[in-house]
């Protein structure tokens, strides 16, 4: 079995499981192999997270492609966890949401996210005075049976990001988007809203008839006091915990920036962040020493 293989087999358990899985965000190639040492079933690269952190850009379709792929591959690459890669919608229309799912799934991807969202995008965290455009339900589904029909395994998951609640077309149009991504073929089916209740995605999961046919996802960034076993009893098998990562990095950052133009002594930030030897051996610095010093004997 290869690790590519091996991955994608524990993701598809760990979201069939009683317990379903959590995810949690990864920014960088150190903090996806710091996930595999606390109980995260998986790990999630976000497009805001590789627009925001690694290009300093917003997260509006700015980045490509490419650049999303090299961000998850090398995260992929430090991590024994499986990697879902937020493909925002996919980035462009039909041919490039196909290529997308090709390229991943050759990558060794475990799944992708793809959204229902117009190019380019609006981050689904803005503000509800933010102008909001998705693509048609007939076209988004036609995009994901291409791209579904296009992939080079059979493992590889592609999970439908529905953008109905976000943009205001209410329950009734996720229902029917729901229902037509599924016909198409996907994998899995992630709702998102913007009411910290939760009433507005109790009341999707009341409405939809496919519930239980394909696994749920959520991302609970917008109603982030629920825990996992709480959206597991409501139904969802995929916990993503997207971004908390990313935002600690920047505010301890901020703070240690801040603390170093005050202080103008490196000392002055010691006690709050990681030592040098604690970063040799996240990364296995002496054990790298130790095989060239015996390849020399």
Same mark, same amino acid.
């Given at each position: 079995m290869t690790t590519a293989t091996a991955k994608r087999q524990a993701l598809r358990e760990a979201m069939a499981s009683d317990r379903g899985a959590l995810a949690i965000g990864a920014h960088?190639? %150190? &903090?996806? *192999? %710091?996930?595999?040492r606390y109980g995260f079933d998986a790990v999630w690269v976000s497009g805001l997270a590789v627009a925001t952190t690694v290009h300093a850009l917003p997260?509006? #379709? %700015? &980045? &490509?492609?490419?650049?999303?792929l090299e961000a998850a591959v090398r995260i992929d690459r430090a991590t024994e966890l499986p990697v879902i890669a937020d493909c925002d919608n996919g980035f462009g229309a039909l041919n490039n949401v196909v290529r997308t799912v090709r390229e991943f799934d050759a990558a060794g991807i475990a799944a992708v996210s793809i959204e229902d969202n117009l190019f380019p995008k609006r981050n689904s965290l803005m503000g509800s005075d933010t102008r909001r455009e998705l693509i048609p *339900?007939?076209? $988004?589904?036609?995009? *994901?049976?291409?791209? @579904?029909?296009?992939q080079p395994s059979t493992d590889f998951m592609v999970i439908a990001r529905v953008e109905s609640l976000i943009a205001g077309e209410g329950v009734e149009m996720a229902c029917r988007?729901?229902?037509?991504?599924?016909?198409a073929g996907v994998?899995?089916?992630l709702i998102h809203s913007r009411d910290k209740t939760l009433a507005e995605i109790e009341g999707f999961l009341a409405s939809w008839s496919g519930l239980g046919s394909v696994? *749920?996802?959520?991302?609970?960034t917008l109603f982030p006091t629920f825990t996992r076993e709480q959206l597991r009893e409501k139904g969802f098998n995929l916990?993503?915990?997207? #971004? $908390?990562?990313?935002?600690?990095?920047? @505010?301890?950052?901020?703070?240690? %920036?801040?603390?170093?133009?005050?202080e103008r002594r490196a000392s002055a930030v010691d006690p709050h962040i990681a030592t040098v030897e604690h970063l040799f051996d996240l990364v296995g610095t002496r054990e790298a020493i130790a095989a060239e010093d015996d390849a020399r004997v």
């Open positions: 960088d190639a %150190l &903090t996806g *192999l %710091l996930a595999g997260d509006i #379709n %700015l &980045t &490509t492609h490419t650049e999303t *339900l007939a076209e $988004q589904a036609r995009r *994901l049976r291409a791209a @579904k029909g296009a988007r729901a229902d037509a991504y599924v016909e994998d899995a089916i696994p *749920l996802v959520a991302v609970p916990v993503i915990l997207a #971004n $908390q990562p990313m935002r600690a990095a920047v @505010k301890a950052v901020e703070e240690t %920036l801040a603390t170093l133009a005050s």
